[in-house]
């Protein structure tokens, strides 16, 4: 649901290299984008290197796509996280790749899967909080339950459950405002579910 004329621009190396003299060693986390996928990041092994030398973590928010893809990487990638939020838009394959154009839903579980595992093997002071997004929109909000409990198998931290921003009039018919009473009863199940397994949430109000 993107905007395709939004624009997409990346930091100059030299302005990069600015930052890493002159706010890095001032600094204790970073994010590497405030838009977009950031395990795109051109170079992303040297700004892991660079995160390491300056003792710093990295926070960030991933359509978990790329997340499991390259093990030298992967463990880098681990060892400088202290938060991943990862973005998923409903818990079954045809919801999910009907929102999420162009990703798969078995490849994306397969990669929070196996990131889960593996950041449960770390010692609990090493491991990354991991938190998720989640859309509340018609096509998404009857699976918000099933989402809980795929969130509690994987032992996540925290899902923040946000009503679609409907910027464009395609959008209209994905509302929930126009279907009220359908959305306040999925909500109310979700946090039934939430409760009976612990598992903390954050969603708007009916």
């Known amino acids: 649901f993107l905007d395709p004329a939004s624009p997409r621009e990346l930091m100059d190396e030299e ?5 890493v003299r002159e706010l890095y060693p001032y600094a204790r986390t970073m994010q590497l ?5 950031p395990l795109m990041t051109p170079r992303m092994e040297q700004k892991l290197d660079d995160l390491e030398r300056h003792h710093m973590k990295l926070e960030m928010v991933t359509n978990g ?5 390259e093990s030298r990487f992967r463990e880098q990638l681990l060892r400088c996280l202290e938060l991943v939020t990862f973005s998923m838009d409903g818990a079954t394959r045809a919801t999910y790749n009907s929102v999420r154009t162009g ?3 078995d490849e994306v579980f397969e990669n929070i899967s196996q990131f889960s595992a593996r950041r449960l093997e770390l010692p609990k002071a090493q ?3 991991m938190n998720f997004n989640y859309i509340l929109m018609r096509r998404t909000v009857a699976e918000a339950p ?5 969130v509690h198998r994987w032992g996540g931290d925290h899902i923040v459950f946000n009503h679609l921003v409907t910027f ?3 959008l209209k018919g994905e509302s929930l405002n126009y279907c009220r009473g359908y959305a306040n009863e999925w909500q109310d199940r979700t946090r039934e579910v939430a409760k009976a397994l612990g598992v903390s949430i954050s969603i708007p109000p009916n």
């Open 146 to 150: 099933k989402f809980v409990e795929m």
């Open 33 to 37: 984008s405030a838009f977009g996928e």
């Open 168 to 170: 464009h009039p395609s």
């Open 127 to 129: 491991r990354p909080a």
């Open 65 to 69: 796509t790329l997340m499991m893809r």
């Open 103 to 105: 990703a798969e839903f």
């Open 15 to 19: 302005v990069y290299q600015r930052v």
